[in-house]
C-alpha cells in the first residue's frame, strides 16, 4: 500500500514511495530505480549523483512524468503522478515543472524574450502584470537585459544557459529538473550557472534538482544523493567537492 500523497503544505514538492522502475523480466532485467522512498522539499537545491548506470536519468525522468514507475508511486505537487494518464501528466508538467538540459534547449529562430515566454504560450497562457514584472526582473538579475533581442546563436554558452534559467524560473514552478547545467560550459560560466541556481533556491524558494557527474557542481547543493544500482546509497546536507569525490569513489564500489 502506497502512503497517501504528501502535500505542499508540509513543504514537500516530490515522493518518491516504494518506488520501482524495470526494464525487462526474469534473470535479465534491469532494476534501473530499485523501491526508493524520498522527498525533496520546498526551496531545496538537490544534487543526484552517481556512477553511470546508476538510475540518475530514469530518477529524473519520473519524476517529471516523462516515464512510468513499475510499481510504487510518485507525487509530485501532492499529486499522484503514477495514477495519471499521460494528458494529465504532460499538463502538470507544462504547468509545475521546468527544466534545464545540457544543451540549452533554447529555440533557434526565437529571440531571448520570446524563448523566456515560450512556455506561457504554449500552455496558452496570457502573461499578467505581475509575471510580466517578476520575467522583467529575471532577466535584470540574469544580466540579459542588453541581449533580449537576440537570437541563441549570437549568444555564448553561458548566456544561453541563463536564457534557460530565466526560461525555466519565469513560470514559478513547484521543481525546476536540471540535467548537467554545467556540461558544456567553460569553468567560468559554469560557476556563475551555478551560483544562479544556489540563489534561485536562497532567494525565491525555488526548489531545483540538478543530475550531475561533477562534485564542484553539486558542492553548490543543500543536498546530495548517490544513486548507485537503482537505489539511494547516501543522502547528505551540503559537502565540499572533495567529500562528494569521496562518496562518489565508495558508489563506484558499491557497483563493481
Ligand atoms: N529504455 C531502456 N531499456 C532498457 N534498459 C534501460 C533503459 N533505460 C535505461 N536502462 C537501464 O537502466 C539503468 C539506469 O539507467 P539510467 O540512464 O537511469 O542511468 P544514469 O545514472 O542516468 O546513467 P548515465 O550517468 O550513464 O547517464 C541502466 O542499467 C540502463 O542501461
Not at 508538467?93 to 533557434?108: A, T
Not at 505581475?130 to 522583467?136: A, K, L, R
Not at 525555466?168 to 548537467?180: M, V
Not at 567553460?186 to 561533477?214: C, F, K
Amino acid at each position: 500500500m502506497i502512503t497517501p500523497p504528501t502535500t505542499r503544505s508540509d513543504g514537500t514538492v516530490v515522493s518518491f514511495r516504494q518506488a520501482s522502475k524495470s526494464y525487462g523480466t526474469g534473470p535479465g532485467a534491469v532494476h534501473a530505480l530499485d523501491n526508493i522512498d524520498v522527498d525533496i522539499r520546498q526551496g531545496e537545491f538537490t544534487a543526484i549523483m552517481g556512477p553511470s548506470g546508476s538510475g540518475k536519468s530514469t530518477f529524473m525522468n519520473v519524476a517529471a512524468g516523462l516515464d512510468d514507475v513499475s510499481s510504487g508511486g510518485v507525487f509530485v505537487d501532492g499529486q499522484p503522478l503514477h495514477t495519471m494518464d499521460d494528458t494529465a501528466r504532460t499538463l502538470l508538467r507544462r504547468r509545475r515543472i521546468g527544466f534545464i538540459f545540457q544543451s540549452f534547449n533554447l529555440v533557434p529562430t526565437l529571440t531571448v524574450t520570446e524563448n523566456i515566454t515560450l512556455p506561457f504560450r504554449l500552455a496558452g497562457q496570457q502573461i499578467t502584470q505581475d509575471e510580466q514584472h517578476w520575467i522583467d526582473h529575471l532577466v535584470r538579475v540574469l544580466g540579459l537585459t542588453e541581449r533580449t533581442g537576440h537570437k541563441p546563436a549570437e549568444l555564448s554558452g553561458g548566456q544561453q544557459q541563463r536564457v534557460a534559467i530565466a526560461r525555466a524560473l519565469a513560470a514559478r514552478p513547484a521543481i525546476i529538473f536540471a540535467d548537467e547545467p554545467t556540461g558544456n560550459l567553460d569553468t567560468r560560466s559554469s560557476g556563475e550557472v551555478l551560483r544562479l541556481m544556489r540563489s534561485a533556491a536562497t532567494e525565491y524558494g525555488q526548489t531545483i534538482a540538478m543530475v550531475s557527474h561533477d562534485p564542484i557542481a553539486a558542492s553548490y547543493a543543500d543536498r546530495v544523493l548517490v544513486l548507485a544500482d537503482g537505489r539511494i546509497v547516501a543522502d547528505h546536507g551540503r559537502l565540499d567537492a572533495q567529500q562528494i569525490s569521496g562518496l562518489l569513489l565508495t558508489a563506484e564500489g558499491v557497483v563493481a
